[in-house]
């Protein structure tokens, strides 16, 4: 069973900084590349990085680059994303997801003074 679990959000403030955590099981991690997707109240999923199964390449939504940075640690079978100079519109559920296999639950992240 594929299970990824996402840890490592909570309530911050604007300029702050928090480090997501995705646990993943169930499935032959390093063969896949990973994903994160957030989802703010209200509206739709929005794609925010990705990583291929090596961790050699990376791609950022246009929104969060240069403030967010993803990796992945393959022997432990975890995916990360750095957030930097986190905003309020970063406020979000955020999703670890193997786009073949399935998401997470999410985590939630609130920028907020």
């Known amino acids: 069973e594929v299970q990824l679990v996402e840890s490592g959000g909570g309530l911050v403030q604007p300029g702050g900084s928090l480090r997501l955590s995705c646990a993943a099981s169930?499935?032959?991690?390093?063969?896949?590349?990973m994903t994160w997707v957030r989802q703010a109240p209200g509206k739709g999923p929005e794609w925010v990085s990705s990583?291929?199964?090596?961790?050699?390449?990376?791609s950022y939504a246009d929104s969060v680059k240069g403030r967010f940075t993803i990796s992945r640690d393959n022997a432990k079978k975890m995916l990360y994303l750095q957030m930097n100079s986190l905003k309020t519109e970063d406020s979000a559920e955020y999703y670890c997801?193997?786009?073949?296999?399935?998401w997470g639950k999410g985590n939630l992240v609130t920028v907020s003074s």
């Open positions: 990583i291929t199964s090596s961790g050699s390449s990376t």
């Open positions: 169930g499935f032959t991690f390093e063969t896949y590349g």
């Open positions: 997801a193997n786009l073949a296999e399935g």
